[in-house]
């Protein structure tokens, strides 16, 4: 049976992927979409010292305890740093590596420093958590809501916006060391979606000596929402 791991994005949780697991499930998948350490409904764990390395040890034991392998590992936006992490942890259990507009680190690098091309999001991020997070605590601006990330108007855009959380500035600080693993899963995709924002292009470009690279100008940010039957054709591709 094939097996998917989908790793949710800030503000996000678990639920997030709920079509695609659906959609995969139906195709006889194997399917996990855990909640990240402070997320979803784990967001009572969110605190000042959860550290990205904690989101990354999460999924990696998921993975190890659950016994999976020839995993389909899937990340949205910043879950990019934690597929990224996992997938350098355990790259003989990773078949298949897919990022959807996701923040692919260099080693050494925090998602801060990913999404650099994008100078205003990093600055609103510390101006939120400074102004009303004592310094740490990010509630999802209205720049980060269903609408902006593509989904459109109607039940689905209210449901997400109703569970959209709370997220930790330290996280998305962080620097993520990157060793030799992540070379060795050799299938790994990029997805660029219409987000309006450069970020992703930069990772994109990036990428592209190494990466499939695909461009999705019908989907939004939140494609696992929006466009879940086309994410759920690339990850059983």
Do not use: Y
């Amino acid at each position: 049976m094939p097996v998917a791991v989908l790793v949710h994005g800030a503000f996000h949780g678990g639920w997030c992927w709920r079509k695609v697991v659906s959609g995969l499930r139906g195709r006889g998948w194997e399917v996990w979409a855990p909640s990240l350490p402070g997320a979803g409904e784990r967001g009572h764990l969110l605190r000042r010292d959860l550290s990205l390395a904690d989101r990354v040890r999460d999924v990696a034991s998921l993975i190890v305890t659950q016994q999976l392998a020839d995993v389909v590992l899937c990340g949205h936006s910043l879950g990019g740093m934690v597929v990224t992490g996992v997938a350098d942890l355990l790259p003989d259990r990773i078949a298949r590596l897919v990022a959807i507009d996701a923040t692919i680190p260099e080693s050494g690098e925090s998602a801060m420093d990913v999404m650099a091309a994008s100078p205003e999001i990093p600055a609103l991020l510390r101006e939120l958590a400074g102004n009303d997070g004592d310094g740490w605590r990010i509630s999802p601006p209205a720049a980060f809501d269903a609408a902006a990330f593509g989904v459109p108007a109607g039940p689905d855009r209210a449901w997400a916006d109703s569970l959209l959380g709370d997220e930790s500035l330290p996280v998305f600080e962080e620097p993520l060391a990157v060793g030799t693993g992540l070379d060795s899963v050799v299938r790994k995709s990029f997805v660029r979606t219409n987000f309006p924002v450069a970020w992703p292009d930069a990772v994109a470009a990036r990428l592209s000596s190494s990466w499939d690279v695909l461009r999705w100008p019908h989907a939004g940010h939140d494609a696992m929402i929006a466009a879940a039957d086309d994410v759920v054709r690339h990850l059983t591709e």
